[in-house]
């Protein structure tokens, strides 16, 4: 599976942003899917992910702010970014694990929230 995320950029606090991952290959393989983040000088950590079964899971300092969301063909997962602040700072990664279980990653795509 080959992931490609897009719509990372700079923007203001209190601003939005949506960002896209397209996966190709083997997506009949896709088994969970979503989005984790890396700030600077810290661990990766989780954002939102569909788990198996289409639950959905968001990490605490995210509920309310951010949306997940993914098509059908389980073939593009989004992310709607909302009231960012600087702590929102980060490349954000899309990943999906398969149902055989493996994990792959997109290259990442950099938010920053700046003034």
């Known amino acids: 599976v080959h992931l490609v995320e897009s719509g990372g950029g700079l923007v203001q606090p209190g601003g939005s942003l949506r960002l896209s991952c397209a996966a190709t290959g083997s997506i009949f393989s896709i088994n969970t899917m979503g989005w984790y983040r890396q700030a600077p000088g810290k661990q990766r950590e989780l954002v939102a992910v569909?788990?198996?079964?289409?639950?959905?899971d968001y990490a605490d300092f995210v509920k309310g702010r951010f949306t997940v969301s993914r098509s059908n063909a389980k073939d593009m997962v989004y992310l709607q970014m909302s009231s960012l602040n600087f702590e929102d700072t980060a490349v954000y990664y899309c990943?999906?694990?398969?149902?055989?279980?493996?994990?792959?990653w997109g290259q990442g795509t950099q938010v920053t929230v700046a003034p």
């Open positions: 569909f788990l198996s079964g289409g639950h959905v």
């Open positions: 990943s999906v694990g398969t149902y055989g279980g493996n994990i792959y």
